[in-house]
């Protein structure tokens, strides 16, 4: 267990070790890394047919392979700085039973299994090699106890999180909208929900993945709006926190 401090500096000195993580889990060879990271934007958006054609949940489950776990790394390991922003707006509001919705390479889940306020830790991702990389990750590190593992909110035996995070992935469902209204019926009144989204394809298409159909952004925003009520916080950043309009 660290300090709220240490848990920042292990981040921004190598996101969790997470290179030595990747060359240990993946068939790969050290001297082969960086070319692996530099190059994995391009082709997990090569992977994607570039219009919306396909099934969003069979992309993350069953396309993409170690291509998005390649492209989390590059990203997590190119905006430490954004995303050490995360892990404070985190520290600020995680506590107790805490689901890590989409949770990819386990930035988010790692940071708070390491807290001192956090009980539990619900990983969930509908990729496998998601989960076995976060999972071998927890074991590395030391916390495998305080994390578990699922495809689906489903299959989970909890009533109501005490903190929600879903952070980048409303873009990538068919129907955030829905989604966040489950997030509603598994917070109690003094949860907290931790939430960003990108419904944008990009300048150039590269996020062909991304949804942003006019009328499903539309909906996932009456929703927003309806059912939950932003928690102000002075962090810069587009990451916002929400507790439940009762
Ligand atoms: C862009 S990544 C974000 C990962 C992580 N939250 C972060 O901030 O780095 C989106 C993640 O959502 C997961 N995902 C996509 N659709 C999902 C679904 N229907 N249920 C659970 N996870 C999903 C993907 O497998 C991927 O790991």
Redesign the pocket.
């Known amino acids: 267990m660290k300090n709220n401090e240490n848990i920042l500096n292990h981040f921004l000195k190598d996101a969790f070790d997470l290179k030595s993580h990747l060359i240990e889990f993946l068939p790969i060879k050290p001297k082969n890394l960086n070319d692996f990271l530099n190059s994995a934007k391009m082709e997990l958006a090569n992977l994607h047919p570039g219009d919306n054609s396909l099934n ?2 069979k992309f ?1 489950e069953e396309m993409v392979g170690d291509k ?1 776990l390649a492209d ?1 790394a590059a990203w ?1 390991i190119s905006s430490k700085d954004y995303i050490v922003n995360t892990l404070k707006l985190q520290q600020k509001f995680s506590k107790n039973l805490v689901l ?6 386990g ?2 889940s790692l940071a708070n299994a390491m807290s001192h306020n956090v009980e539990h830790v619900f990983f ?4 496998k090699t ?1 989960r076995d990389f976060v999972e071998f990750r927890a074991e590395k590190l030391g916390l495998r106890k305080k994390i578990s593992f699922y495809k ?1 909110i489903s299959e989970i035996n909890i009533m109501k999180f005490d903190s929600i995070i879903c ?3 409303l873009e ?2 068919p129907d955030p909208a829905s989604q966040i209204e489950i997030f509603h019926e598994i917070m109690s009144d003094n949860s907290v929900a931790i939430l960003n989204w990108y419904f944008y394809k990009g300048e150039n298409n590269e996020y062909p993945f991304h949804i942003d159909d006019y009328q499903i952004v539309n909906k996932f925003f009456e929703i927003l709006q309806r059912k939950f009520v932003e928690i102000f916080h002075p962090i810069l950043i587009t990451t916002r926190t929400y507790k439940k309009f009762c």
Do not use: K, Q
């Open positions: 969003c949940s993350y998005h989390l997590h890590d919705f989409g949770g990819g390479i930035t988010h969930v991702d509908i990729n998601n689906s952070l980048d992935v990538h469902l």
